[in-house]
């Protein structure tokens, strides 16, 4: 229920400031009038999920998630709150919480490919690979050219060892998108456990070549570079990975051991 502070024409001139200062950028700024709007229409869906955006903007991912879960209760159309309120979980590193939302969502709409992939996606980070691939399979049987639902199931597939599947799903993928750089990382890697290097360091190239912000693609060149005992290649990539990773503890750990073994 609207309360009487707010009268209409006030409540007008709030969602014009806040649209303005949104759509401007200005997330702080946009979060005072945002937040008066929803202290006084709380169940409206429209300020619930403006005021979940802006949170997403400023990093404050528990309060989007409190809110992309108030908005599936009021809104008409729950699915809007998706995916971005299991990524807000993510986000957090919660991911069972997040895969719980991804479930929610993929309820609402059991065909909706976009659902799919997101649970299939949640599911494989954390590594329960059956149930992805199968999710994966039926996106596909939904969506047969969606290039993340392919590469989804090919990733997967290289890490059960089905090594020709994988390289035949990044090949499809790459045939339709010839600069899709995870399709290149897929094929990299898919020759490099054939033990191909020469071919895998050439796919992998290709890939930094048109996106050199892969800390991905620069960690498959680094430890192809190192299985070739070529230490200064090794470290570049490492390097250039850990750049664009910082956070990464494994690529840190290699680089410097790869740096220790050089002193």
Not at 68 to 76: L, N, Q, S, T, V
Not at 101 to 119: G, K, T, V
Not at 136 to 164: C, F, K, T, W
Request: include cysteine; glycine fraction near 6%; proline fraction near 5%.
């Amino acid at each position: 229920m609207a309360s009487s502070s707010l009268t209409a024409e006030k409540s007008r001139e709030l969602l014009n400031l806040s649209n303005t200062l949104f759509q401007e950028g200005k997330y702080p700024e946009a979060l005072t009038p945002t937040l008066q709007l929803h202290a006084a229409f709380p169940e409206d869906h429209i300020y619930i999920g403006r005021l979940a955006e802006i949170y997403d903007r400023l990093g404050q991912y528990h309060e989007e998630a409190q809110l992309w879960e108030k908005f599936m209760e009021h809104a008409p159309l729950p699915i809007e709150a998706c995916p971005q309120i299991g990524l807000a979980y993510e986000k957090q590193g919660l991911r069972q919480e997040a895969i719980g939302a991804f479930e929610r969502c993929l309820a609402l709409d059991p065909e909706n490919r976009d659902s799919i992939f997101y649970l299939a996606n949640s599911l494989e980070r954390s590594n329960q690979l059956d149930r992805a691939a199968e999710l994966y399979e039926h996106g596909i049987s939904i969506a047969p050219n969606s290039p993340d639902l392919l590469l989804g199931l090919a990733r997967i597939n290289l890490r059960r060892g089905n090594v020709s599947a994988a390289k035949e799903g990044a090949s499809i993928v790459l045939a339709k998108s010839p600069e899709n750089t995870d399709a290149f990382l897929v094929l990299g890697l898919a020759y490099s456990e054939e033990g191909d290097l020469p071919h895998a360091r050439m796919i992998l190239q290709k890939g930094v070549k048109l996106a050199d912000t892969s800390s991905a693609l620069h960690a498959a060149l680094a430890r192809i570079a190192e299985r070739e005992k070529n230490v200064p290649e090794a470290i570049q990539h490492y390097q250039r990975a850990l750049e664009l990773d910082p956070g990464n503890r494994d690529l840190a750990d290699r680089l410097g051991a790869l740096k220790a073994g050089r002193q």
